[in-house]
């Protein structure tokens, strides 16, 4: 085979090979995987007690969970952000920011407000008052937190790498609130809305760009 053929196709793999490690979709969805992963692995929940993905239905529209964490203490919602660069942010601000470096900044939408979005959407859905969820916002080990709020009963925004030292101490200050029964009862609820149809995956990114 001609060298040029040949250098052209590894150029072309390189780049789809790349492509695909960029892919945000791709990164998102590796991120609740860590999640669900370090909850399993610390004795945190089993595959019966977590769920990820799930499509509430809310005000016409849908509010995707990304991972959910029954527990006895309480429901666990958790926001993955797997972000690299530097991360900047207040409880009140519509958008953070994302400063990949010192050209290169992308705003999100607050990750914070993001949360309560999905926890009044699920408390709605599930008839049970929102004061038994917890929200945890989790970025990625690869970033930096540099300015954003201090945790506290509401919620905590944290790094991958500390999530089990902070649920465990979340969990061992917590009194029991839901019994197994009732914990199988909400997973039922829940579960089917795991295996949503590419229509409402389709039409929930629609309602997120507008």
């Keep these: 085979m001609n060298i040029i053929v040949i250098v052209t196709i590894m150029i072309v793999i390189i780049g789809l090979i790349k492509g695909i490690a960029n892919d945000p979709n791709r990164i ?6 860590l999640i669900k992963n370090i909850l399993i692995d610390n004795g945190l929940g089993s595959e019966e007690r977590i769920l990820n993905n799930i499509y509430i239905p809310y005000k016409d529209k849908t509010s995707e969970v990304d991972v ?3 527990h006895e203490t309480g429901i ?3 926001e993955s952000k797997n972000y690299s660069g530097w991360i900047f942010g207040d409880e009140d ?5 994302q400063m990949i470096n010192k050209n290169t900044k992308k705003k999100f939408y607050n990750p914070i407000k993001q949360n309560i979005t999905h926890i009044n959407a699920l408390s709605k859905f599930l008839g049970i008052d929102r004061t038994k969820m917890k929200s945890y916002i989790v970025f990625s080990e690869r970033c930096e937190l540099k300015k954003v709020p201090e945790n506290n009963e509401q919620y905590k925004v944290l790094k991958r790498n500390r999530l ?3 649920i465990k101490v979340d969990i061992e200050k917590s009194e029991d609130i839901f019994t197994d029964e009732e914990i199988r009862n909400i997973f039922e609820k ?3 809305l795991t295996n949503a149809s590419e229509e409402v995956k389709k039409k929930h990114i629609e309602n997120i760009k507008e």
Excluded at 93 to 97: D, R
């Design 76 to 78: 666990y919602v958790f």
């Design 28 to 33: 998102g969805k590796r991120g609740e995987k």
């Design 190 to 192: 829940l579960k089917p």
């Design 164 to 166: 089990s030292e902070f």
């Design 93 to 97: 601000q519509y958008k953070w920011t």
């Design 68 to 70: 959910l964490l029954l």
